[in-house]
């Protein structure tokens, strides 16, 4: 359907309003691609005097002024909406209603208001905000941006077309057109939602679109390395130096809790001696600038010492001189055939291995795991505590098994 040609301005009497005079108030009412808006003319007159085409009868003197009156109305409201198609931009009616009222020119728009707040997190990136947050809001705007093309057919809206039809379409929209998780497009929605409310407390926006409207996270299964597989990867033989790389920054992380992008910036100088003459890593979270501290395992150190005199890490001044994520998690999958692990070997598999397999199953406290991993709320740590539950309980199972049949035997 051509969103241009549905257009159309009628008039009619608000019934539900009579004045002492028993007159009617005459509202005008603009539609446009199935959207309606209206609004009052500020006019009146008695419903015996009013016809279905939208005009008051007879030759009295008030019906030939309100008559001219409606008809300079629906010339505006025609030439408002010319003006807009030639500025590229959709006539909602919504639109040629705020442009009717002299709002227009001084309202807000929704990328204007979302870079805005985005170009105030770069500038606060090290102090309040890490880089990486300013990319996710970066990339929302991105998706916010097309959204807005692919659904109204224009570059840009007005923050007051924000309703819950938006907001519930642009989650449809992630997840059928981008192919988003429901995770990652609640996230993308958590951001968006962000500069919505910043727009409700600067009063440009007078009601919030996401009043009535909510997408919670699902609980992700978090899936880790056994010992046994743990062990097998650190021992296996591999003879290709790439490969072998990768596996030693994997198995690296395995043991220290880091994730990819703290590994590729880890430098001798995050390396100290700690209280306890231990050598220990401090640095800081690039995915949420949080202050970590972790004590180094014997097999970190081992595979530490292993790159010290590596001409690559020598240059870039690192401990381990890792390829991009993406080759990472390429290569790991080659790692994973070699030592027959059938899991789905990627780089934050070896963060999800050091907080169950390595530390909360070994009886290290949740207090002391979510400060290494540089957690912000314990409560995220506690979904890693539900895993190593979880493998209790399967154990435990095991034996009371094994031990019905001993009972069994003895019997």
């Not at 016809?51 to 300079?72: C, H, M, P």
């Not at 020598?314 to 080659?334: D, G, H, T, W």
């Not at 070699?338 to 789905?344: A, D, L, P």
Request: proline content about 3%; hydrophobic content about 35%.
């Amino acid at each position: 359907m051509d969103i241009l040609n549905t257009f159309s301005v009628s008039f009619f009497l608000r019934s539900d309003k009579p004045d002492a005079e028993k007159k009617l108030p005459i509202f005008m009412r603009i539609t446009a691609n199935g959207e309606r808006a209206n609004l009052s003319i500020q006019r009146r007159i008695e419903p015996d005097r009013w016809n279905n085409a939208g005009k008051v009868l007879g030759t009295r003197q008030d019906a030939k002024e309100i008559n001219s009156y409606i008809d300079t109305l629906r010339n505006k409201i025609f030439n408002i909406r010319s003006e807009l198609i030639n500025q590229s931009e959709v006539p909602t009616a919504e639109k040629i209603k705020m442009q009717f009222l002299g709002h227009g020119k001084s309202q807000k728009t929704v990328l204007e208001v979302f870079k805005y707040h985005n170009d105030q997190v770069k500038e606060l990136i090290g102090q309040d905000y890490a880089a990486g947050t300013f990319q996710r809001y970066e990339a929302a705007l991105k998706h916010v941006k097309e959204f807005i093309s692919y659904k109204y057919k224009t570059d840009n809206l007005y923050l007051t077309q924000l309703n819950h039809e938006f907001v519930t379409e642009f989650e449809h929209y992630l997840k059928v057109i981008k192919k988003c998780g429901h995770n990652t497009t609640a996230k993308y929605i958590k951001n968006f939602k962000k500069v919505v409310l910043l727009s409700v407390k600067n009063d440009w926006l007078p009601r919030d679109p996401f009043a009535n409207y909510s997408i919670p996270l699902k609980e992700v299964k978090r899936e880790c390395l056994t010992t046994e597989e743990l062990e097998t990867l650190e021992k296996k033989e591999i003879t290709i130096e790439r490969l072998a790389l990768v596996r030693d920054a994997f198995v690296f992380s395995c043991y220290t809790g880091l994730a990819y992008v703290d590994i590729a910036a880890l430098s001798p100088e995050n390396i100290i001696k700690g209280i306890d003459g231990e050598f220990w890593i401090k640095t800081y979270r690039a995915k949420t600038d949080t202050k970590t501290n972790i004590p180094l395992l014997p097999k970190a150190i081992e595979i530490m010492n292993r790159y010290k005199k590596n001409h690559e890490a020598v240059i870039r001044n690192r401990i381990i001189p890792v390829s991009s994520n993406q080759k990472m998690n390429a290569y790991l999958k080659e790692i994973a055939t070699i030592c027959g692990i059938k899991k789905n070997l990627t780089y934050h598999l070896a963060r999800h291995t050091f907080a169950t397999t390595v530390t909360l199953t070994n009886g290290v406290p949740i207090e002391s795991v979510s400060q290494m991993l540089g957690h912000t709320n314990i409560k995220t740590t506690q979904i890693y505590a539900k895993v190593v539950e979880k493998k209790v309980s399967e154990d435990m199972g095991k034996l009371r098994g094994i031990l019905s049949n001993v009972d069994k035997n003895q019997k």
